[in-house]
């Protein structure tokens, strides 16, 4: 279902009730954030997390998810909305 380095690829998953009446879907079910502390970094105009990935991880741009991690936002594209906002980076 998930790609082998997703956060969620070994995440168990449960049955739900879908928003109709008439079946039910398969969630992932909610996963506890790691410690994830970092060095602090001030976001610039126009960062996105996939190429600060790409820059930071060995050129792996999908585990963005990691900065995302170590900062508790819940929207990720708001850790980057704001220029000069500074949020951790975790170093792997």
Do not use: C
Not at 39 to 62: C, G, N, V, W
Not at 81 to 87: A, D, F, H, K, L
Request: hydrophobic fraction near 35%.
């Amino acid at each position: 279902m998930f790609l082998k380095n997703s956060r969620y690829a070994a995440q168990p998953t449960v049955k739900s009730r879908g928003p109709r009446s008439d079946g039910s879907v398969v969630v992932v079910k909610l996963r506890p954030l790691p410690d994830a502390a970092g060095k602090p970094t001030a976001i610039r105009a126009h960062d996105q997390f996939d190429a600060m990935s790409e820059t930071l991880y060995a050129s792996d741009a999908t585990r963005y998810w990691h900065i995302a991690d170590a900062n508790t936002e819940l929207e990720a594209a708001e850790l980057t909305r704001t220029s000069g906002r500074v949020i951790d980076v975790p170093s792997s």
